[in-house]
C-alpha cells in the first residue's frame, strides 16, 4: 500500500518530465513565409498597326487591245511576242497599196474642185462690172455667185475627202496606243485583218505597275479608312503583298479608295491596291495575298496574352503590382490580338506593373517579390 502510495505522488514529476522533453526535442514555431515571385511588366503606350491578310489578283495597270482599223491583207509584222513595246511603235504593216491609190485620187479631186472654184471666181469677178451697168441681169449675177460658192463647198468637200483617205493610209501601220509588254499575236503574214473581228490582233499591258484587287467584308471599310488616315494619310496606306509561298515582296503597295467598289453579287468590298513593279515580278493574274491595315493606334497598350485571365462569365481580368508590391486585381476591355498580345483598350494606365508570369499562384492584396518578365524565344529549327 506504501508502495502505490509513493508511485501515484511520483506520477505528476513523470509528466512534467516527459513534457519538458518533448519541448525541447520539438520543432520552433515557424514564422511567416517569404514573398511569391512574380514575373512582371511595366505597361508602357507605343504604337502599333495591325493588318488583315487577304487574297487578291493582280491585274494590269492598262491594258490595250491591238485591233485594225481598216481591212487588209497583214504584209508584216514588226514585233517580238512577249517583249517590250513603246507607245506609238509599229505593230503590224498592212498592204497600204489600195489606200495609197484612193488617196491619190482624192488628191485628183481635190485639184479638180481647185481649178472649177478658180473658174468661179473669174467669172463673177467678169460680171460685177456688168451688173452695175446693166449689161445684165442680175439673176445671171446671182447664178455666178451661186456657182462660186458651190465650187467652194466642193473642194471643201473633196478636202475632206482626202484627209480621209490619208488617214486610212497611216491606219494601214498599226502602232501601239500604249508602252508596255505585248502577248502573242493572233494573226502572222498573210493574214487578213478585218475591222469586225471580235478577237484582237494582239494585247498590250501595262506592267510597270500593277493593281492588286482585293476582297474583303464590306463591314471593315470604315476600319481601312482610319487605319490609312491615321498611317499615310491621303497618300494611301502601305500594304505589303506576299506571294503564295510566304515571301514578302520587296515592294510596298499604296491602298487607292478611289478605286473601292461593292461587288453587288456578294457584297464583299474590292479594294484596289496600287504596287510598282519595276521588275516585272508581278504578272496579271497571279494571286497573291495583300496586307491590308485594320488598325493604327500611336499610343496603344498592348500586354502578353498570357497575362489576361478569362472568367466563367466571360469578364476579362489582369493582376498588377502597386506601390507597396501588393496584388490588385483589374478588369480589362480587350481589343485586336498581334504576335502573341493584345490591345487593352481600358482597365490599364501607363507606368502600372502587370503579372504576366506567376498570377495563378497569388492572391488580391497578397505581397509579391516582382521580376522583370523575360519572353522565351522559340528555340532554333535545325536545317
Known amino acids: 500500500m506504501k508502495m502505490f502510495d509513493a508511485r501515484r505522488r511520483a506520477a505528476p514529476l513523470l509528466c512534467a518530465v516527459a513534457v519538458l522533453a518533448l519541448s525541447a526535442c520539438g520543432e520552433k514555431p515557424q514564422g511567416p513565409p517569404p514573398p511569391a515571385t512574380v514575373s512582371v511588366v511595366q505597361v508602357a503606350p507605343a504604337p502599333v498597326a495591325i493588318a488583315d491578310e487577304l487574297p487578291g489578283r493582280v491585274v494590269a495597270y492598262r491594258v490595250a487591245e491591238i485591233r485594225p482599223q481598216v481591212g487588209g491583207i497583214i504584209q508584216r509584222r514588226l514585233f517580238e511576242q512577249g517583249s517590250e513595246v513603246r507607245e506609238g511603235q509599229p505593230l503590224f504593216q498592212i498592204n497600204s497599196a489600195p489606200f495609197r491609190a484612193d488617196a491619190g485620187s482624192a488628191a485628183a479631186a481635190v485639184r479638180r474642185a481647185e481649178a472649177t472654184l478658180s473658174r468661179a471666181k473669174v467669172q463673177e469677178q467678169r460680171l460685177v462690172s456688168l451688173v452695175k451697168s446693166d449689161a445684165i441681169s442680175g439673176q445671171s449675177f446671182d447664178d455666178a455667185v451661186a456657182a462660186r460658192q458651190q465650187a467652194a463647198a466642193d473642194l471643201a468637200q473633196t ?23 505585248i502577248d502573242q499575236a493572233v494573226l502572222t503574214e498573210g493574214g487578213l485583218a478585218n475591222v469586225s473581228d471580235t478577237n484582237p490582233l494582239a494585247t498590250v499591258q501595262q506592267i510597270d505597275r500593277v493593281y492588286v484587287d482585293v476582297r474583303q467584308p464590306a463591314t471593315r471599310l470604315d476600319a481601312v479608312r482610319d487605319a490609312a488616315r491615321a498611317g499615310a494619310g491621303a497618300q494611301g496606306a502601305p500594304v505589303d503583298i506576299v506571294s503564295s509561298t510566304g515571301r514578302v515582296y520587296p515592294v510596298k503597295g499604296r491602298l487607292l479608295f478611289s478605286g473601292v467598289s461593292v461587288d453587288p453579287g456578294t457584297g464583299e468590298v474590292i479594294a484596289r491596291v496600287e504596287v510598282p513593279n519595276s521588275d516585272r515580278t508581278l504578272l496579271p493574274g497571279m494571286f497573291v495575298r ?68 506567376g498570377q495563378d499562384r497569388v492572391q488580391p492584396n497578397a505581397v509579391v517579390k516582382p521580376m522583370p518578365w523575360r519572353e522565351a524565344k522559340a528555340p532554333a529549327v535545325a536545317r
Open 290 to 357: 495583300a496586307r491590308l491595315p485594320r488598325l493604327a493606334m500611336p499610343d496603344a497598350i498592348m500586354v502578353p496574352l498570357q497575362a489576361v485571365a478569362h472568367g466563367a462569365s466571360g469578364e476579362t481580368t489582369v493582376k498588377i503590382v502597386d506601390g507597396q508590391n501588393k496584388v490588385q486585381s483589374r478588369k480589362v476591355v480587350l481589343g485586336d490580338e498581334k504576335d502573341g498580345q493584345v490591345i487593352i483598350r481600358e482597365g490599364l494606365k501607363p507606368g502600372e506593373k502587370l503579372i504576366v508570369e
Open 159 to 181: 478636202r475632206a475627202e482626202l484627209e480621209r483617205r490619208r488617214v486610212d493610209v497611216g491606219f494601214a501601220t498599226i502602232r501601239s496606243p500604249i508602252s508596255g509588254r
